[in-house]
């Protein structure tokens, strides 16, 4: 069956309009290992449900308004990936339930049925992910889509932001199976690199995962936890960061405190929005565009 | 902080992990209190000698906290009913920040404090 593409659509996403493409990801079309066929996804972050405080006034409005701004893309990815923080902590174990039934009733109206979710550590660091895992399964699995292995990682069920030892032999075992060329893409909340340590922004372990995935020549990291975009590379391997979906967050070491930035009732939700993931067969194999919730 | 500051400090991570892991002090070493809580440090701001070799001991009243001091790459594990014990000698003057690095829920991005070299 021919795979449906709205062209002008597409060809925005694929660096007419504004994508960047990942540097690096060439892909060596005789090399077996490839993107299949062309597609999207969607990766929307740090959505925080159950935040209420002056850094979004329209907190309880935020994240149907992501709901809708995905259900109205002209063309609907393949799927959607919530990489985090779905809710805002709580020290009350029926209170963190209550927020995750409504954020899974909230995200329900996606049109795309293929969702998927991985823990920031305000789901899951408090009760080790106990109650995530009711709502929402497993925080780290792999699955393959048109050519491309997906790997979630959870560096937040652990409180010390910590992959740790057993969930790193699984990803090491995990990566035994696969060529050297084929296109990855790893989905985790935290940094893996040392972003910025005096802000909690690392990974404690997160070096360890990224020795393991060095040999690999088409790697991507996609995460949150950040509150911004951002793009660093560890060797070949690029990290990007998504903006939230609650409040944005001052870029690494721009201030003495990683308060959040003050809502400008001239612009609301301006700093928030979410992320379209482009994978093609020749060329780059990834290109990102970030869409903005304010946009009008 | 300086990212060189920084890279001097991960090399030092494995001596600290060690200085925290002794079971007692010298008798010359300098000994800081720091007691952690849901979401500060008591004091938040501990002043030390450039030179002067400290010992600084964590303890916690309600739940496990992280203490982290990246400028000198040293962090510990601050649990209820232990002591956990960092050895720093400052060797340059300036502010450094610590922080809580095991997430402690709602004020956990707020819980840090400053350690500044004289
Ligand atoms: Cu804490």
Redesign the interface.
């Known amino acids: 069956m021919p795979y449906h593409v709205d062209r002008r659509d597409f060809m925005k996403l694929a660096g007419i309009g504004g994508a960047v493409f990942a540097s690096g990801l060439g892909l060596p079309k005789a090399a077996g290992a490839a993107v299949q066929q062309d597609f999207f996804f969607v990766q929307l972050s740090d959505t925080h449900w159950g935040f209420a405080g002056a850094p979004n006034p329209e907190a309880a409005n935020t994240l149907k308004r992501a709901v809708a701004a995905a259900n109205a893309l002209a063309r609907q990815p393949d799927f959607i990936v919530f990489t985090g923080d779905l809710t805002h902590t709580t020290d009350d174990a029926q209170e963190r339930r209550r927020r995750m039934a409504e954020f899974r009733d909230i995200v329900s109206a996606l049109k795309v049925k293929d969702v998927r979710y991985i823990p920031g550590e305000h789901d899951a660091s408090l009760d080790r992910g106990a109650a995530y895992q009711e709502f929402f399964g497993k925080p780290n699995y792999t699955f393959d889509h048109k050519g491309i292995h997906f790997i979630a990682l959870d560096n937040v069920s652990d409180p010390g932001a910590l992959i740790g030892e057993s969930q790193l032999a699984w990803l090491s075992a995990d990566l035994a199976q696969l060529k050297r060329d084929q296109p990855i893409v790893v989905l985790t909340h935290r940094p893996l690199f040392d972003l910025q340590p005096d802000w909690d922004w690392a990974t404690r372990d997160g070096a360890k995962a990224v020795e393991l995935l060095t040999p690999f020549a088409n790697v991507t990291v996609f995460y949150g936890h950040i509150h911004q975009e951002h793009h660093h590379m560890t060797g070949r391997i690029p990290h990007h960061a998504a903006t939230s979906l609650i409040f944005p967050l001052p870029a690494p070491g721009s201030q003495p405190k990683r308060a959040p930035l003050a809502w400008d009732p001239a612009a609301p939700f301006k700093g928030l929005g979410f992320r379209e993931v482009a994978a093609r067969t020749s060329g780059p194999a990834l290109g990102i565009e970030e869409l903005p919730l304010n946009k009008g | 902080?300086s990212r060189f500051a920084?890279a001097l400090g991960?090399i030092l991570v494995g001596a600290a992990a060690l200085a925290a892991a002794l079971p007692g002090i010298a008798q010359s070493e300098r000994v800081v209190r720091i007691t952690a809580k849901k979401y500060e440090f008591d004091p938040p701001k501990v002043t030390l000698k450039r030179g002067e070799p400290v010992v600084l001991e964590l303890t916690t009243l309600d739940r496990?906290h992280?203490f982290?001091l990246?400028?000198f790459g040293v962090r510990a594990?601050v649990a209820p009913g232990e002591v956990a014990r960092v050895r720093i000698t400052p060797d340059a003057a300036g502010k450094f920040?610590?922080?809580?690095?095991?997430?402690?829920?709602?004020g956990?991005?707020?819980m840090?404090g400053e350690i500044v070299v004289e």
């Open positions: 902080m920084f991960a496990v992280g982290k990246p400028a594990d920040d610590f922080l809580c690095d095991s997430f402690c829920g709602s956990h991005e707020d840090d």
